[in-house]
């Protein structure tokens, strides 16, 4: 009877590592399809300076125009393409268009400092050897200002090879890009190298943000996160800002920068075009 159980779990387990592998490769073909169709969109989400209250630049974020699944989000195939390397090529593609895009809004909405434009990078692209030359490459290519751009990096795809990390992080920082680390305070960074990553920027990920009105540990954590980064001489940008009331709550702890629904959800261009003509203040 143990015996015969064993086998049919055994059996079900089977069945279920299946059904997600052929899911999986149906989702690989369809992704490498869409490589080569150029199926990608990027959307984009204001980053608000919390000081002035005015937009200083956006966050480019992928999505997948899905000939039969619509506007499927980076959550849902992100993780594939990293998997199966199609990352790389997606990943060229989304700083070439965010970076033509800036281009041409710079050109279209003049403020006191030009926009900028912040593009996540995933581990396997942080780890191609062409990097910095194929940024720099782009940047000619479109014409963008090298101080425009921000390259956003999780603190895991530093930490994964933190010696190499440096020394790439230092080619791009040649260029006169600027750094931030992603998701900060969900991986593990060892505070101990934090100072040595050429960097700029530390985004508080928006799970501290969340949580941080009616918690007053949540607010203990994010306070630490602002002062560690300002003892380092790095701003600060909240993700993930939904309140008023957190808005306050960032602004009493000096946080330079917030992102969140608050202000504004991702938008295609048209809406950012909409957006911009209005001349938010918050
Ligand atoms: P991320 O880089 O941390 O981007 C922020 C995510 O938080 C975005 O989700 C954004 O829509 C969401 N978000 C912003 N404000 C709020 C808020 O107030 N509330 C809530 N609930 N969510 C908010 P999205 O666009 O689904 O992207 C998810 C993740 O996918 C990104 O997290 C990033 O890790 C990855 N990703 C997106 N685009 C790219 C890309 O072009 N390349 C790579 N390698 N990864 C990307
Ligand atoms: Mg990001
Ligand atoms: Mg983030
Ligand atoms: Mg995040």
């Given at each position: 009877r143990a015996k015969a159980l064993g086998r049919e779990r055994h059996e079900v387990f089977n069945i279920a590592m299946h059904t997600r592998a052929v899911a999986l490769l149906h989702l690989e073909t369809d992704l490498r399809q869409a490589v080569n169709r150029q199926e990608f969109r990027l959307h984009y989400q204001p980053i608000v300076?919390?000081?002035?209250?005015?937009?200083t630049g956006f966050e480019a974020l992928v999505r997948w125009q899905h000939p039969e699944r619509g506007l499927v989000s980076p959550g849902e195939f992100i993780p594939v393409a990293e998997e199966t390397g199609l990352i790389v090529p997606i990943g060229w593609w989304v700083l070439q268009e965010a970076c033509r895009q800036m281009r041409q809004w710079q050109g279209k909405f003049l403020g006191n400092s030009p926009l900028t434009i912040s593009v996540n990078l995933s581990s396997k692209q942080f780890t191609q050897p062409n990097l910095a030359l194929a940024v720099h490459q782009i940047l000619q290519d479109t014409g963008?200002?090298?101080?425009?751009l921000r390259l956003e990096i999780t603190e895991s795809a530093v930490m994964e090879n933190a010696e190499s990390a440096i020394s790439t992080l230092l080619q791009l920082k040649k260029l006169g890009v600027q750094l931030y680390i992603d998701d900060?305070?969900?991986?593990?960074?060892?505070l101990s190298y934090l100072h040595r990553f050429p960097i700029d920027t530390l985004k508080i990920d928006r799970s501290f943000v969340s949580r941080m009105s009616g918690d007053s540990e949540n607010l203990e954590i994010v306070s630490t996160i602002v002062t560690l980064a300002h003892n380092l001489g790095l701003d600060v940008i909240a993700e993930g800002v939904e309140t008023s009331e957190q808005l306050a709550q960032l602004r009493a702890l000096k946080c330079e920068y917030g992102q969140g629904y608050f202000f504004?959800?991702?938008?295609d261009v048209k809406a950012i075009e909409v957006l911009m003509a209005r001349e938010c203040q918050w």
């Open positions: 300076s919390l000081s002035t209250g005015q937009i963008l200002d090298a101080g425009s900060f305070g969900t991986g593990y960074s060892s504004s959800r991702p938008l």
